[in-house]
Every structure is written in structure tokens, then in C-alpha cells.
């Protein structure tokens, strides 16, 4: 049973689109929400989190949109550049808890 | 800022092989952890320790093993590697539990033949 849910694998949007990585998730219990951005050959990166007191997280180009009812998530990207092509991880957790249970991934594509 | 660096960056052995990869932070963070990456499949969480000597199984931990002698390594064994164990493996570190940034490293990728 995956806990977290990426429901695209991949992703293609043409630079200058807004992309949208959509995510859901099984425990009401998860209370912390980061997303993660990989590049090839590198580690995951932290890029923007959300707590779930909140529904709007922003930072720059990035926002996360959240609903804690229907227990989803996604995270826009504006004006998509092809520097943002990597693969979004979102990832949960929730309070008193050292794991963090990630979603499968989905790889963007921002063509240029 | 700091960094967390992960040797061998290639690792390839033999099935049945007993194998070590290695973990350094000097983040000075007190917790660290393994993750294992395939592809299409996300992460998941092999071992973690919160300080020095202490040692937490995740969801994947059978067929590993793991030790923290000092606080900026994190050591993890692969007892005895099998064919379907081709992956990125990646160690990661934080100040705290898991609602705060967790910091990874750049993997070590296995290969065993």
C-alpha cells in the first residue's frame, strides 16, 4: 500500500507554462509536507515544504496548494524553465516521527 | 552550509558478496539516514539513528545492516548482496525528526554481478 501518491510519472510542459505535480496521500495523521527536486547524478534537494495548518505555501515561481479534506497536494511551477526539468519527489511525515515516506517521483520535462 | 559526502560513488560486487558503504556529514546534524532508490519506485528508508550508538530500522532494513560509531558517519552494510539489490543507495542527515529539512548526500550506486 503506497502511503504517498505521485499520480504522474512523468510530465512535459513547453517553457513559460505553469506545471503541475499532483499528490495524495492515505494517513490523516501526516502533517508535514516537503517536496523534493533531484537532477540527475545528484541527491534529492529540499525545494519548498508545507504544514498542513496551512492550504497555500509560496516561494518565488514554486507554490504548494494543499487540502488537508480530500488529503491531496500539488505543487505549480510558473513560468516553467527548461533548468526546472528534474524529477519532484513529494514526500510526507508527521509529528514525533523521524521517517519520511516519499511518493514515486515525477520527472518534468520543460521543453524549451 | 555543509556537506555530505558518500564513498564508493560506484560500487560493483559479487552476488553473495558482503558490502559496506560509507557516510560522512559534517553538518553536525544529529540524526542520519539510508535510503534506498530504484527506479520508479521513490525512496525508502533502510536505517536511521537519532544520535552516536543508536541505530532505528525502516521499512527495508532486512538484509542490511547499519552502525554510527561517531556522530558525522553512518556506515551501511549489505550482508549479502543479491541480484535484484541494483539501486541507488543515499544517506541523508538532519538536525532533527523528519518535519525538519533532511539534507542527502549523492548516492552510492550498486551494481552487483
Known amino acids: 500500500q503506497q502511503q504517498v501518491r505521485q499520480s504522474s510519472q512523468s510530465l512535459t510542459v513547453w517553457e513559460g507554462e505553469t506545471a503541475i505535480l499532483n499528490c495524495s496521500y492515505e494517513?490523516?495523521?501526516?502533517?508535514?509536507f516537503p517536496w523534493y527536486q533531484q537532477f540527475p547524478g545528484e541527491g534529492p534537494a529540499l525545494l519548498i515544504a508545507?504544514?498542513?495548518?496551512?492550504d497555500k505555501k509560496e516561494d518565488g515561481r514554486f507554490t504548494i496548494f494543499f487540502n488537508k479534506r480530500e488529503k491531496n497536494l500539488s505543487l505549480h511551477i510558473k513560468d516553467s524553465q527548461p533548468g526546472d526539468s528534474a524529477t519532484y519527489f513529494c514526500?510526507?511525515?508527521?509529528?514525533?516521527?523521524?521517517?519520511?515516506?516519499f511518493g514515486s517521483g515525477t520527472q518534468l520535462t520543460v521543453m524549451p | 552550509g555543509g556537506i555530505i559526502t558518500q564513498t564508493p560513488k560506484f560500487l560493483i560486487g559479487q552476488e553473495g558478496q558482503k558490502l559496506t558503504l560509507k557516510c560522512q556529514q559534517n553538518?553536525?546534524?544529529?540524526?542520519m539516514y539510508w535510503y534506498r532508490q530504484d527506479s520508479g519506485k521513490g525512496l525508502r528508508l533502510i536505517y536511521y539513528?537519532?544520535?552516536?550508538?543508536?541505530?532505528q530500522k525502516g521499512d527495508l532494513s532486512e538484509g542490511y545492516d547499519a552502525s554510527r560509531e561517531k556522530k558525522s558517519s553512518f556506515s551501511l552494510t549489505v550482508t549479502s548482496a543479491q541480484k535484484n539489490e541494483m539501486a541507488v543507495f543515499l544517506c541523508a542527515s538532519s538536525i532533527g525528526q523528519s518535519n525538519t529539512e533532511v539534507f542527502f548526500g549523492k548516492g552510492t550506486r550498486l551494481t552487483v554481478v
Open positions: 553538518f553536525n546534524h544529529d540524526t
Open positions: 539513528s537519532i544520535t552516536e550508538n543508536d541505530l
Open positions: 508545507i504544514r498542513s495548518v496551512s
Open positions: 514526500a510526507a511525515s508527521m509529528t514525533g516521527s523521524w521517517q519520511l515516506i
Open positions: 494517513n490523516s495523521a501526516f502533517d508535514y
